[in-house]
């Protein structure tokens, strides 16, 4: 038996999905809405930073109760939550900017640090990051912890990569895919471990959506192509939507933990 798994129960559910190609889909419409909606509430609708960021803490929450209590990964509660921490990460990230003056090479670096020191904490811990082994509440709380950091650290780095190296929103994505994908053939012809391989793709996949959400929802004269933020965010909630009834439908992504 492997010692991470030495209080598995038989029989025990993962409580997050397995690692599908719908997986990455729904995860990179998430960050994408994520980054559209954020600006939705926070301007378009003229809640400022503050009061968005209050009232979407507060959802999140709820969202994440609903969350730790289904034991098992349910696609509904699961991907409800992925979307909302989306938009808390990137609003985390956007205060300490915007309202605190911090710069964004500072909140790389920041969230950086912080998202290291949870899986260190994490590991000494549980003796494992593997996704396919949330099983228990406290790794479930770790898992969670550093989903939002990486939505924060995401956000952060790039925001820096296209508006302060003023890079652009389209060289951007076209950046982190690049990075993405060399990430991805290492882990398919060069042996890269698969947790590490996750966790990196993971980070950015937030920097990515959100330059493919800002290229979309962005008026011509900043650079984008100006379909605003209500039917941007519109056309993702509905895709999401969709692929998660279809998970639902097809058991997709749930696993149970192998006792090995």
């Known amino acids: 038996m492997n010692p991470a798994n030495s209080n598995l129960q038989p029989g025990a559910f993962n409580r997050v999905p397995a690692v599908t190609v719908d997986f990455w889909l729904i995860k990179l419409m998430a960050v994408t809405m994520g980054e559209t909606a954020a600006d939705y509430l926070a301007v378009n609708l003229g809640l400022g930073l503050t009061t968005t960021s209050i009232m ?103 925001d820096l990569v296209a508006e302060h190296f003023a890079l652009g929103y389209m060289a951007t994505g076209i950046l982190f895919s690049m990075i993405i994908a060399s990430i991805t053939a290492g882990y398919f012809f060069l042996k890269l471990d698969g947790v590490w391989a996750f966790w990196i793709a993971y980070i950015f996949t937030r920097p990515l959506g959100a330059s493919f959400g800002d290229l979309l929802s962005q008026p011509g004269e900043y650079g984008g192509l100006g379909f605003g933020t209500i039917v941007t965010s519109a056309m993702f909630l509905s895709a999401i939507v969709a692929i998660v009834i279809y998970m639902s439908a097809t058991r997709e992504g749930q696993e149970i933990v192998p006792n090995v």
């Open 56 to 158: 979407m803490a507060t959802i999140l929450i709820i969202a994440l109760v609903a969350q730790f209590a289904q034991k098992r990964y349910v696609p509904w509660s699961y991907w409800l939550a992925v979307v909302l921490i989306s938009i808390v990460g990137t609003l985390v990230t956007d205060n300490l900017v915007d309202n605190f003056g911090v710069s964004l090479v500072t909140t790389t670096v920041f969230f950086t640090g912080a998202l290291a020191a949870t899986f260190l904490v994490w590991y000494a811990s549980e003796r494992t990051l593997s996704i396919h082994a949330i099983f228990t509440t406290k790794r479930e709380a770790f898992y969670w912890l550093a989903i939002l950091f990486t939505f924060a650290l995401g956000t952060a780095a790039g």
